[in-house]
Nanobody, 118 residues
Framework: QVQLVESGGGLVQPGGSLRLSCVASGSIFRIYVMGWYRQAPGEQRELVATITRGGTTNYTDSVKGRFTISRDNAKNTVYLQMNSLKPEDTAVYYC????????????WGQGTQVTVSS
């Protein structure tokens, strides 16, 4: 089994910053793509950013220039640095990872709440 645990969410004022972390543990041979998704109330879950094992990144247009995804392969950890936060960034943020153990499967964390409000 593989567990993903997110941390770093909270309440922040517009224009502020937060850094999310997600640590993967358990039966892991290798982690390929890692990513962050978010889901606002009444909305579908949407992609925020992804990063390959080699460091290639991809962002949804609404966060380009404000958010930065990074990872530490030795620690099985992915980060999301969020700057210039806006009220529309309010959502539950989920990390995921494509993990190879006996097969390659996608795992999800439990989510962390990010609220941007004055």
């Amino acid at each position: 089994q593989v567990q993903l645990v997110e941390s770093g969410g909270g309440l922040v004022q517009p224009g502020g910053s937060l850094r999310l972390s997600c640590v993967a543990s358990g039966s892991i041979f290798r982690i390929y793509v890692m990513g962050w998704y978010r889901q606002a109330p009444g909305e579908q879950r949407e992609l925020v950013a992804t990063i390959t094992r080699g460091g290639t990144t991809n962002y949804t247009d609404s966060v380009k220039g404000r958010f930065t995804i990074s990872r530490d392969n030795a620690k099985n950890t992915v980060y999301l640095q969020m700057n210039s936060l806006k009220p529309e960034d309010t959502a539950v943020y989920y990390c995921n990872a494509d993990v190879r153990n006996w097969a390659t499967s996608r795992y999800w964390g439990q989510g962390t709440q990010v609220t941007v409000s004055s």
